[in-house]
């Protein structure tokens, strides 16, 4: 399926259904369905979901591509949390980010 190949070229999707106020992402999805393929990947909390089908056959990823997914996403994860953390600071919504402890502080 070139499954990795597939990952890397679909738009990604951030959510939080966990926080109201000035939300951090902690959830990110690769959704994808055509007639060749369907990709359902998300990670939350440490914890990767897939529903991969290639055509009518069910997919199941090697552990190469699980490792690769769960690094990607972890990683893409983190950078729009440091993304969002930043445009708070910059438009002075109502949270302070310290760095050394990646924690909202309420001000």
Do not use: C
Not at 38 to 60: A, C, H, R
């Amino acid at each position: 399926m070139k499954l990795i190949e597939k990952i890397r070229n679909i738009s990604l999707e951030f959510f939080n259904s966990e926080q109201f106020i000035n939300p951090l992402p902690n959830e990110v999805r690769v959704y994808q369905d055509n007639d060749s393929h369907l990709i359902d990947v998300s990670f939350k909390n440490g914890i990767l979901t897939t529903v991969l089908w290639d055509g009518e056959k069910k997919y199941n990823p090697t552990e190469q591509e699980v490792d690769y997914m769960i690094d990607y996403l972890q990683h893409i994860l983190i950078e729009e949390v440091e993304k969002t953390k930043k445009y708070y600071n910059e438009n002075q919504y109502n949270y302070e980010y310290k760095e050394e402890a990646h924690n909202a502080r309420k001000i």
